[in-house]
């Protein structure tokens, strides 16, 4: 994408210790989960692996700004509820009302916040795998879909798409 790195904010979910045992002794190995987003409706989930922590944090940086994607923010909130599903997670996301904030736990609550999601109700169920969390709330963020590309698809007009109940 083209977003300037300067306005992306990151933050690190998850840091592992990976052992390895040999002939020698033991290989310790870090992994790093980072989300990287800039408050706009644009983020990315990364991952990295390296034998220090500073380091497998900045491949997952890098790995996160390549896997950006925009995210429809309606009224700080999402368009309407839908429910993402990713390895044993599942993720149930519904748009909330002005001032509810962000109901939501886990690692998820750092990808609302670097979205720009003010307002959501969220809910992890099945598996809590940090991994898997965020990756089923992006599954849920790929299949939202904005009235416009509703009606488009339809070929139909927004106004005929919206009842107005009188």
């Given at each position: 994408?083209?977003?300037e790195e300067k306005q992306l904010a990151?933050?690190?979910?998850h840091i592992g210790r990976v052992t390895?045992?040999?002939?020698?002794?033991?290989?310790?190995?870090?992994?790093?989960?980072?989300?990287?987003?800039?408050?706009?409706?644009?983020?990315?989930?990364?991952?990295?692996?390296?034998?220090?922590?500073?380091?497998?944090?900045?491949?997952?940086?890098?790995?996160?700004?390549?896997?950006?994607?925009?995210?429809?923010?309606?009224?700080?909130?999402?368009?309407?509820?839908?429910?993402?599903?990713?390895?044993?997670?599942?993720?149930?996301?519904?748009?909330?009302?002005?001032g509810t904030g962000i109901i939501a736990?886990?690692?998820?609550?750092?990808?609302?916040?670097?979205?720009?999601?003010?307002?959501?109700?969220?809910?992890?169920?099945?598996?809590?795998?940090?991994?898997?969390?965020?990756?089923?709330?992006?599954?849920?963020?790929?299949?939202?879909?904005?009235?416009?590309?509703?009606?488009?698809?339809?070929?139909?007009?927004?106004?005929?798409?919206?009842?107005?109940?009188?």
């Open positions: 994408m083209n977003i990151d933050k690190v979910v390895k045992v040999v002939k020698g002794g033991r290989i310790f190995k870090f992994t790093a989960l980072v989300v990287v987003g800039d408050y706009n409706g644009n983020v990315g989930i990364g991952h990295g692996k390296a034998r220090e922590v500073p380091d497998a944090i900045r491949k997952a940086m890098d790995n996160a700004k390549k896997n950006m994607v925009k995210i429809p923010v309606v009224k700080g909130s999402i368009p309407h509820a839908i429910i993402g599903r990713f390895g044993a997670s599942e993720i149930i996301m519904k748009p909330a009302a002005p736990g886990g690692a998820v609550r750092s990808l609302f916040e670097l979205a720009g999601i003010h307002n959501i109700l969220a809910k992890s169920v099945r598996s809590r795998n940090p991994y898997n969390s965020l990756y089923a709330a992006m599954n849920g963020f790929e299949n939202i879909r904005t009235i416009d590309q509703v009606a488009s698809a339809r070929n139909i007009e927004i106004s005929d798409l919206v009842h107005n109940k009188k």
